[in-house]
């Protein structure tokens, strides 16, 4: 899975009130492959809205180091550029829907 995925799926689950014991399992193994991707503790408990904290995280993600990729520094890359040139992530939404600019 690329990080777009991991973070997509995590933020589902993050958004269920109770989880299984097995979407449990797939929340720690989630947040390690996001570690993985270089994203930090506290990245990584703000992408779940505060339902996991940066501690939990870190318990979760013991030993865990980031690999060579490093997706999530090109993801925060990609951000600088758009602030650089005074752009927002809506301006990006609406130049890359199929909808008319209204």
Not at 87 to 93: F, K
Request: hydrophobic share 35%; charged share 30%; with cysteine.
């Amino acid at each position: 899975m690329n990080i777009e995925e991991l973070a997509r799926r995590f933020v589902a689950l993050a958004n269920k009130p109770i989880l299984s014991q097995v979407e449990h399992d797939e929340v720690r193994n989630l947040m390690r492959q996001l570690k993985e991707e270089d994203m930090s503790n506290d990245e990584i408990s703000r992408l779940s809205k505060g339902k996991w904290t940066a501690s939990t995280v870190k318990g979760y993600t013991k030993g865990v180091r980031s690999s060579a990729g490093n997706s999530w520094q090109d993801v925060t890359s990609l951000f600088d550029e758009l602030v650089s040139a005074n752009m927002t992530v809506d301006d990006v939404g609406q130049r890359t829907s199929c909808k008319p600019r209204t």
